[in-house]
């Protein structure tokens, strides 16, 4: 089963993609149809929200009026606390048993307004935001649900902003422009990215990669991406993860690279590395089997556990290290020594374009072709220096 988050602000535009990728396929798990069972009349929570907000709250039918119990607590952050510490638990248990009630080929969407306010986006294989300005946001509120522009304004100020949504998006929808053109974009996200990747997490297969190294040039957003995967790994681990860092070439702010991103999880025993390498499917991560690595500063292999992408749309090397496998130390170590050396940073650079150019059997040995220099600066004897460096 593929878990999909999708979300947005009000009146950004999110229905109609999960309306889209409901027509596609999708089993759609809709939070707000699910918040208004839970506050019909007989509902798990009505009899406490009215005890706790009074009469209010309710329409002359005697059912809650959502729209006044809006207003009582919209501007209260006690009310709204207190109204979301009784509703938010049951809406996401009944969440969590439509997710468990999926069939396991499923793709299934979980349309969440509050993904990002609730800081929920480890418990999904991809969060999905669908964007739009503010402004424009504000004008769809006025035109077509008839809000007042000061209230519409207010609802929009009050959610998550765009910097935020960014942070957490796998994926950015766009709904700026013509209708037509989401659901373009909503349909190419389902067959391009969802179907493969759900087919490829549920027979355990990576997803395809390149067979020669591609550099690419340095990408501002890797160190967000980086720590998104590394917070679904840290819930798949539990604490069983000694530490879950981002290392390798995508750590290194302004270094070329190839778009893979690594993490490292440190765990206390190779048994354990192994197991965890094959524990990671709620974080997209399937297991490769037989890899090790070839530590500077230790003659021969020392085992570990890894696993990789199942998303066709994001490559991702989770390296599953037992603490007494030296590579625990010098991964990081390098990382480190490049952020703090621009001049070692750039060698590296200029020796792995080098390095590109050639023919190689395989990445590994375009790996291997960089120990030297790796030694090098672990050793402390690498010096930033002009021209390219001997392959």
């Known amino acids: 089963m593929l878990r999909v988050g999708v979300t947005g602000g009000i009146a950004a535009g999110k229905s109609s993609a999960v309306a889209v990728l409901r027509e596609l396929g999708a089993v759609v798990v809709d939070a707000d149809a699910i918040a208004r069972e839970v506050l019909a009349p007989g509902g798990p929570a009505a009899a406490e929200v009215v005890a706790a907000f009074g009469e209010a709250v309710t329409g002359t039918d005697g059912l809650i009026d959502r729209a006044a119990l809006g207003r009582v607590v919209f501007d209260d952050p006690g009310r709204r606390a207190r109204l979301e510490g009784i509703t938010h638990p049951r809406i996401q248990a009944e969440a969590a048993r439509r997710f468990a009630a999926a069939p396991p080929d499923a793709v299934v969407v979980h349309d969440i307004p509050l993904l990002v306010e609730l800081s929920l986006g480890d418990r999904y294989h991809l969060v999905v935001v669908v964007g739009a300005p503010a402004e424009q946001r504000v004008a769809r509120l006025v035109r077509e649900r008839g809000m007042a522009e000061p209230d519409a304004r207010s609802r929009v100020a009050a959610q998550a902003g765009d910097d935020e949504r960014r942070a957490a998006a796998d994926v950015w929808l766009d709904n700026t422009g013509a ?213």
């Open 179 to 391: 209708p037509k053109r989401l659901r373009e974009d909503a349909r190419r996200l389902w067959h391009d990215r969802l179907v493969p990747f759900e087919a490829n997490l549920r027979a355990r297969r990576r997803a395809g990669r390149p067979d020669r190294p591609v550099l690419v040039p340095p990408d501002p957003s890797w160190p967000a991406v980086a720590q998104r995967l590394a917070a679904r790994v840290r819930r798949a681990a539990g604490d069983r993860a000694l530490d879950v860092a981002h290392v390798g070439s995508t750590a290194v702010p302004g270094l070329p690279a190839k778009d893979v991103i690594d993490l490292q999880v440190v765990v206390a025993d190779l048994a354990t590395a192994l197991h965890l390498a094959g524990d990671l499917g709620p974080a997209g991560l399937v297991p490769v089997p037989d890899r090790w690595d070839e530590p500077v500063t230790r003659p021969g292999r020392a085992a570990k556990g890894f696993a990789a992408n199942a998303d066709p749309g994001r490559a991702v090397n989770c390296h599953v290290r037992p603490v007494d496998n030296p590579a625990a130390a010098e991964v990081p170590a390098f990382r480190d020594r490049l952020r703090a050396d621009p001049a070692l940073r750039d060698d590296y650079a200029r020796l792995k374009r080098h390095l590109q150019a050639r023919s190689w059997p395989t990445v590994d040995d375009y790996a291997r072709a960089k120990t030297g220099f790796v030694a090098d600066v672990l050793r402390g004897t690498a010096t930033g220096r002009p021209g390219p460096p001997e392959a």
